[in-house]
């Protein structure tokens, strides 16, 4: 099993530009979630889905928008990137099977650049 | 808004030696997670304690959870170099909240 993989590692953007992050998981789980990194902080929550077909803003919504594609693909998109958006973005999944959240697993992250 | 916090923000110590690394939050829990981050990595699941419980072993890892202090301690006993990282606590607060709230991370060092 790959666990969750995201594509690309690396993007530099200009301001303006858009561009998809792709993540995907192997392992048959119902939620999964974009969160962003800065430096010194912990994860902010930007989007969730908690079972196909059903996306959930979280803590920091505004710029993004997310598309849950089938039960293994869950996109991120920027559709005018900001310098405010330079971070590191991770995609996580978890099983949930209960109301709760639960265990996840995290992808290796995607670092983007915007100039 | 960062339900949780560890306290060090940073911790160095020797191979061999015991870290004990600290998080408080603030509104009732269900659940409370620990994971852990290599440099430029993805974060790893450690451990998991819920509300109901006050203790937790996973190999060296020892967590406790004091509900009516609002904090969990996570200790690593007998530390090595690869231990180095940083830890992040999660909350999951009472109800039916599907999502994790992240601390900002203690960055520890263990020395050879």
């Known amino acids: 099993n790959a666990g969750v993989t995201q594509t690309p590692k690396f993007q530099v953007l200009k301001t303006g530009q858009s561009m998809t992050l792709q993540c995907a998981q192997d392992m048959n789980h119902n939620s999964m979630y974009w969160y962003r990194q800065d430096p010194g902080m912990g994860l902010r929550l930007i989007y969730y889905?908690?079972?196909?077909?059903?996306?959930d803003k979280g803590e920091v919504p505004n710029g993004y928008n997310v598309s849950r594609l089938n039960k293994r693909e869950f996109s991120l998109r920027l559709e005018s990137a900001a310098p405010s958006q330079t971070s590191v973005y991770f995609c996580?999944?978890?099983?949930?099977?209960?109301?709760?959240?639960?265990?996840?697993?995290f992808g290796p992250g995607t670092r983007l650049t915007v100039l | 808004s960062q339900q949780g916090e560890e306290d060090p923000q940073a911790l160095s110590i020797q191979e061999g030696e015991n870290a004990t690394m600290n998080c408080s939050y603030k509104?009732?829990?269900?659940?409370l997670q620990w994971y852990r981050q290599n440099s430029g990595r993805g974060l790893v699941h450690l451990i998991l304690i819920r509300s109901n419980e006050r203790e937790k072993h996973s190999g060296r890892l020892r967590v406790t959870l004091d509900t009516s202090k609002k904090s969990s301690s996570l200790l690593i006993t007998a530390s090595r170099a690869a231990d180095t990282a940083s830890y992040f606590c999660a909350t999951v607060p009472s109800g039916s909240a599907r999502q994790l709230t992240f601390g900002s991370g203690t960055q520890l060092t263990v020395l050879p």
């Open positions: 996580a999944s978890s099983e949930q099977r209960g109301l709760r959240a639960d265990t996840q697993y």
């Open positions: 509104t009732s829990i269900n659940n």
């Open positions: 889905s908690a079972s196909e077909g059903t996306t």
